[in-house]
């Protein structure tokens, strides 16, 4: 079973600074994914980076870049020069690459909370 | 990019009536998508996962002729709620996967069910 944990329910952060957010994960699958979404308001799931279990180099998309720290099973997500609309609900997830179902098991989720 | 569409974003109904909410991958193929509700301010939770040409498959809890799933194109996925009541209500959230180096979920808008 995997099991997912985010200790951070809210966090804040001043625009143009950089955040980051923890995840930290628990599988016994040799391999597997680490997925970071973001949830604004109006719902939608919105994905933001992916790290493969054997990738060599942290995963960096624009702003965000992915923490990945494979010894300490974490993966931890920066914002970099964070904006007032990285305002929302961030997920971190996991999805074991052995098997067919492919489902995604969710951390609880962190508030981020852009301030000017 | 990957877009998947959800509709009706939001549906009131009485109590008693059933509600189909439909879950449509516009720009990609997926022959697996999955079926998430989300109470307030908690994770996503995964009710089923949709194959195509197959039967669902429910999370233990979840009730088969509750939740009616039905994946008959590669592009569309329907979740049905028979005989709705107010325990009902809730945001559910469909996901598509798209088959690919990272086999990612992408998300709809989701859909906010309430049930009078």
């Known amino acids: 079973a995997q099991k997912i944990t985010q200790t951070q329910p809210g966090m804040f952060v001043q625009e143009k600074e950089a955040v980051t957010l923890d995840c930290t994960y628990d599988?016994?699958?040799?391999?597997?994914?680490l997925f970071w979404y973001k949830q604004p308001s109006s719902g939608e799931m919105i994905f933001l980076i992916y790290?493969?279990?054997?990738?060599?180099q942290n995963a960096t998309e624009g702003r965000y870049s992915l923490n990945f720290q494979k010894a300490r099973k974490s993966a931890n997500l920066v914002i970099s020069a964070s904006q007032l609309g990285d305002s929302a609900m961030y997920f971190c997830?996991?999805?074991?690459?052995?098997?067919?179902?492919?489902?995604?098991?969710f951390g609880t989720g962190t508030r981020l909370q852009v301030t000017l | 990019g990957a877009v998947v569409s959800q509709h009706p974003s939001w549906v009131i109904c009485k109590s008693g009536t059933s509600v189909k909410i439909e879950c449509r991958s516009l720009?990609?193929?997926?022959?697996?998508m999955f079926w998430y509700r989300q109470f307030p301010k908690q994770s996503l939770m995964l009710m089923a996962t949709?194959?195509?040409?197959?039967?669902?498959?429910?999370e233990q809890g979840v009730e088969k002729d509750k939740f009616l799933i039905n994946h008959a194109s590669l592009t569309l996925s329907t979740l049905t709620v028979t005989s709705a009541h107010p325990e009902d209500s809730s945001f559910y959230i469909c996901?598509?996967?798209?088959?690919?180096?990272?086999?990612?979920?992408?998300f709809g808008p989701g859909t906010r069910l309430t049930v009078l």
């Open positions: 996901s598509a996967r798209k088959r690919g180096l990272t086999d990612t979920q992408y």
């Open positions: 599988t016994s699958d040799p391999s597997y994914g």
């Open positions: 790290q493969g279990s054997y990738d060599q």
């Open positions: 997830a996991m999805r074991p690459n052995t098997g067919t179902a492919s489902k995604l098991t």
């Open positions: 720009d990609f193929q997926a022959t697996t």
């Open positions: 949709s194959n195509e040409g197959s039967k669902a498959t429910y």
